[in-house]
């Protein structure tokens, strides 16, 4: 297995909060483009159910009928929001498949930075489809292809940007790449919700698919900056005199960690499918003559991900100080039995009365942007620090495949909505959440002795490098 290393003098040129120039549109077209995405998915689940699957829409769709009979001799027949549901399911589980594909491809033949414009063509196509009833799965097919070129590729260049031995510049760098992801996931919904509230679902679409146009333009501007200096170098030789232990148990133990946080992926991604249709149905939402586009609550949680970053890193650190800040494993319990209570917060609103108070949802979502700092940050820092090194970039793959099988599942569950009924619904999500708190309670101990176990060796310096990276 090859690893990739920044060509000499990748750093020398720091002019973005002191960190490479290129950053800034690595970080920019990120922003752009997870605006335009979850823009877009903050409306596809209200679209579908109060407009496109509707009569005089529905007719229109190139391709549905057989798509839809694929579909039903699947999982049975499905109404509006079941469909709706299995569509989401597979749309935002297949945009977390494709990017190994994509990966792969920009490896082996065109590049990382070839893979991330084409990746943003036909993620704006697609942005663009979604503005006509007619090419809907057109342009669905379009987003998770292009999806699955432009997410990893542009995150592997974050890297090439740092010298191997630049820790501390790479952590800053993912940092302020991540900062703005977190900013378009905040800001997309709340602006494509507000467009497609006052001028119609088509143009709240229309304004996702400019600003990917936007995130395509600023890569292009960016162009030569961006790495043309990434070579291959061979595969790291292993330590002389050093054993390797059975990577196997490191292995299965972290496979058996990706697997528990696929219980906590399930209550929290359910926030922008079946909450959304909820919301639309039970909750208050005029305020002194206004209506509070539903898609705005799609951006409490992105936000809450960055304000309670330094409250939460003080509490670690008060907490690590008075010898008690909670490993890996008990982080990603505390985000499962945070996910189980954003629920059960749904479930007290539904035996509330029909009308549910604003209040109840906004700290649902509040609830989950914490319960994702919890788990999330902490499962991709496990691994890429346990995993050994000949397979850590495939084990990082994996992670994001919890994702695909997490919405799919999303989408399953979803088609229960109807049947169920909402206060049945949601208890089955805390129940689900609560699995993974107790998984977590119960494997903790044996986990981390395993991958404590199977760690190797390394030297002092090796594993200070290795723990900022």
Not at 99 to 107: E, F, N, Q, S
Not at 403 to 421: C, D, M, V
Request: charge should be neutral; include cysteine; hydrophobic fraction near 50%.
């Amino acid at each position: 297995m090859n690893t990739y290393l920044p060509a000499e003098g990748g750093t020398s040129s720091r002019g973005f909060f002191g960190q490479p120039r290129a950053l800034a549109y690595l970080a920019f077209t990120e922003a752009w483009e997870r605006f335009s995405y979850y823009g877009m998915t903050a409306l596809l689940v209200l679209y579908m159910t109060e407009s496109l699957l509707q009569p005089g829409h529905i007719e229109h769709i190139r391709g549905f009928a057989a798509f839809r009979g694929t579909l039903e001799s699947v999982f049975g027949p499905l109404g509006n929001v079941a469909l709706a549901s299995q569509i989401y399911g597979l749309y935002t589980g297949f945009v977390y498949f494709t990017p190994v594909l994509g990966g792969w491809i920009a490896d082996r033949w065109i590049g990382a930075r070839n893979a991330v414009v084409l990746g943003a063509v036909l993620m704006s196509a697609g942005q663009i489809g979604m503005a006509f009833d007619a090419t809907f799965l057109v342009a669905l097919l379009l987003l998770i292809v292009g999806c699955g070129f432009l997410k990893g590729n542009i995150s592997t260049q974050v890297g090439t940007l740092y010298a191997p031995e630049d820790a501390v510049g790479r952590t800053r760098g993912f940092s302020i790449f991540s900062m703005g992801i977190n900013v378009g996931a905040t800001i997309g919904p709340l602006l494509c919700g507000l467009v497609a509230q006052l001028y119609g679902w088509h143009a709240g679409f229309a304004l996702a698919g400019v600003l990917m146009l936007a995130g395509l333009g600023t890569y292009l501007a960016g162009y030569r900056s961006l790495a043309d200096s990434v070579r291959r170098a061979a595969a790291p030789e292993r330590t002389e005199g050093v054993a390797e232990p059975a990577p196997w148990r490191m292995v299965a133990a972290l496979f058996a960690v990706m697997f528990i946080t696929i219980f906590q992926s399930v209550a929290y991604y359910q926030n922008s499918n079946i909450s959304l249709v909820w919301i639309h149905e039970h909750v208050k939402l005029n305020a002194l003559g206004f209506h509070v586009p539903e898609a705005w609550f799609n951006s409490i949680d992105p936000l809450v991900s960055i304000l309670a970053v330094p409250p939460l890193f003080a509490l670690w650190r008060w907490q690590g100080a008075h010898g008690g800040e909670p490993g890996e494993l008990g982080k990603i319990g505390t985000g499962a039995w945070i996910a189980c209570a954003a629920n059960l917060l749904l479930v007290a609103g539904c035996l509330s009365g029909r009308q549910v108070p604003a209040l109840v949802p906004v700290l649902y979502d509040v609830l989950l942007g914490v319960a994702f700092l919890y788990y999330w940050p902490t499962l991709l820092a496990l691994v890429s620090r346990r995993a050994p090194p000949r397979v850590r970039a495939t084990l990082m793959g994996a992670v994001f495949l919890t994702l695909f099988l997490s919405n799919l599942i999303i989408g399953a569950l979803g088609t229960l909505y109807e049947r169920l009924g909402p206060l049945a619904f949601w208890m089955l999500h805390a129940v689900i959440a609560a699995v993974g708190g107790v998984l977590a309670l119960l494997l903790g101990a044996s986990l981390h002795g395993l991958l404590d176990a199977a760690a190797p060796r390394t030297k002092p310096a090796e594993a200070s490098v290795t723990a900022e990276a």
